[in-house]
């Protein structure tokens, strides 16, 4: 693929991420404050900070044990504090019950009543608040209408795909009209092709409603598909927070480079550095890594340099430049339809891994196994990583 071209990941990012903000209180609607969470003597959540903007889709993706589903608990006012403060809309809300807080949960089962119809699953709640029965019913056939599942109010949630049984649980969680709507790993039930249609649906439906929404993922693609922002944990901390381009194209750590996405990485050691740029020495390349920009670090200082696949391109004939290239021999290729990822074993044994379009390939007459061939990146491809 062209060093132009972009991630399909980093490009799905909602239409929420453009959303203006109009003041502080709006940018502060949720704010999560030095928050700690021990269980024991184990530290589950360590001093975590956030705020998330009023009407935002936000993302925590991390993996398993990372802390982010203990965060979205303390949010819902199923596990205490152990320390910091979370309020929404101004409001501390350690002191309230779960039932009590203007919060609701999307859980990942869907926890829907099996001996209740659709309409009576998603009229529950409200019942239990004492809502008269003539605003159950406007309340319940709207949020239907908006979840387009009004024609199967009458059935019982065996007779629903997954998909469906996903939108009656969304409507049951909307229909209490909550401040904050929490999603635990709301695609981890349906099969590929449903999730993939069914994060662009949720996203609408929620943006239409305009409701502020924390989403649990361990799921990159659906992270950067949906949310407007997103932090990446790890070890119960953010390890980096913003935007899903500015996460994809400009990780902060070498955890985050492996985590979105994949990435090359080359290890080396500073040798000049400069305010527009930097060289860095690498064993396992025959020319220095050259980045277009400075990072007023000591020479001699060890740095990783994180590469995309996208970025690299194939060739057959040495390139011209004294850096940023490497010669090796093509062990791997998948085939992906529009694009192939190859796998090059480079003459000092590192693997390079390169998003190619079918369109690069027609042009270099498509390398296949064994043979020889050259990657190379620009000095724009390559982000300096000194953690």
């Not at 980045?291 to 007023?296: A, R």
């Not at 042009?363 to 953690?387: C, F, K, N, Q």
Request: glycine share 8%.
């Amino acid at each position: 693929m062209s060093e132009q071209s972009s991630a399909p990941a980093a490009a799905g990012a909602s239409p929420r991420s453009n959303a203006p903000v109009a003041d502080r209180a709006t940018e502060d609607f949720v704010q999560v404050i030095d928050v700690v969470k021990k269980f024991g003597e184990t530290v589950a959540v360590r001093n975590v900070s956030l705020s998330v903007r009023k009407g935002e889709l936000f993302a925590l993706l991390g993996s398993s044990g990372c802390g982010k589903s203990t965060l979205l608990r303390m949010l819902a006012g199923f596990e205490p504090v152990t320390s910091g403060k979370i309020l929404i809309d101004g409001e501390d809300l350690a002191q309230l019950p779960p039932y009590r807080r203007p919060v609701n949960m999307m859980f990942q089962s869907y926890a829907l009543f099996p001996h209740m119809t659709v309409e009576a699953n998603v009229a529950f709640g409200l019942k239990q608040e004492g809502v008269p029965k003539a605003e159950i019913k406007e309340r319940v056939q709207a949020v239907l209408d908006l979840v387009q599942m009004s024609r199967f109010a009458k059935r019982k949630p065996h007779q629903l795909s997954g998909g469906q049984q996903q939108r009656v649980a969304l409507a049951r969680s909307l229909v209490k009209r909550p401040k904050l709507l929490l999603l635990d790993e709301p695609m981890s039930a349906l099969d590929k092709q449903i999730r993939q249609r069914t994060q662009i649906e949720l996203v609408n439906i929620l943006d239409k409603v305009g409701v502020t929404c924390i989403m649990v993922t361990h799921d990159q693609e659906e992270a950067m598909t949906m949310a407007s922002r997103l932090a990446v944990m790890s070890e119960g901390q953010i390890v980096q927070l913003g935007t899903p381009s500015e996460v994809y194209e400009y990780p902060n750590t070498r955890f985050s480079a492996e985590f979105i996405g994949s990435t090359n990485l080359f290890d080396g050691n500073v040798v000049e550095d400069e305010p527009d740029h930097v060289f860095v020495e690498c064993a396992e390349l025959p020319v220095r890594l050259y980045v277009n920009h400075g990072i007023t670090g000591p020479l001699g200082m060890p740095v990783t340099i994180s590469v995309r696949p996208e970025r690299i391109a194939l060739t057959r004939k040495p390139p011209e430049g004294a850096f940023n290239w490497g010669h090796g021999v093509v062990k791997n290729i998948a085939y992906m339809g529009g694009y192939s990822l190859y796998h090059v074993k480079l003459d000092s044994g590192k693997t390079v891994i390169a998003n190619v379009s079918s369109l690069a390939l027609s042009e270099i007459d498509s390398p296949t196994w064994d043979d020889e061939v050259y990657v190379r990146w620009s000095a724009s491809a390559g982000v300096v990583l000194t953690s």
